[in-house]
Nanobody, 115 residues
Framework: QVQLVESGGGLVQAGGSLRLSCAAS????????MAWYRHAPGKERELVAG???????HYADSVKGRFTISRDNAKNIVSLQMNSLKPEDTAVYYC?????????WGQGTQVTVSS
C-alpha cells in the first residue's frame, strides 16, 4: 500500500521560511515523478513544483526563485524548501506521486503565512 505523509507545515510570518517533507512508503521514488500541489480556499488546485526521477525540476511562476524541490531516493523523501513566503502562499500543500500513470496523494499539510 502506497502512503505519502507530509510534514512541516505551520504558521509563519511573511518573509519567513518553511520546509515541507513528504515521506513515501510502498513505492520506490527512484522511477517516480514527484510533485507538490497546493489548494487555497476559493482557488483551483495548483502545481507548485515537480521533480522527475532524473531530478529535472519544474516550478510554477509564482514560486520560482523562492521555492526549491529536492528528492532523496535512498530515503524515499521529497522536500520543498519555501523561502520568502507571502500571504498568497497560504494553502494546503499536497505531496503527489506519479509512477507510470498511477497517481497517489498525501493527506496534505496546512501552510499559513501571516502578513
Amino acid at each position: 500500500q502506497v502512503q505519502l505523509v507530509e510534514s512541516g507545515g505551520g504558521l509563519v510570518q511573511a518573509g519567513g521560511s518553511l520546509r515541507l517533507s513528504c515521506a513515501a512508503s510502498g513505492i520506490a521514488l527512484s522511477r517516480t515523478f514527484m510533485a507538490w500541489y497546493r489548494h487555497a480556499p476559493g482557488k483551483e488546485r495548483e502545481l507548485v513544483a515537480g521533480t522527475s526521477f532524473a531530478s529535472l525540476t519544474h516550478y510554477a511562476d509564482s514560486v520560482k526563485g523562492r521555492f526549491t524541490i529536492s528528492r532523496d531516493n535512498a530515503k524515499n523523501i521529497v522536500s520543498l524548501q519555501m523561502n520568502s513566503l507571502k500571504p498568497e502562499d497560504t494553502a494546503v500543500y499536497y505531496c503527489h506521486a506519479n509512477r507510470f500513470g498511477n497517481e497517489f496523494w498525501g493527506q496534505g499539510t496546512q501552510v499559513t503565512v501571516s502578513s
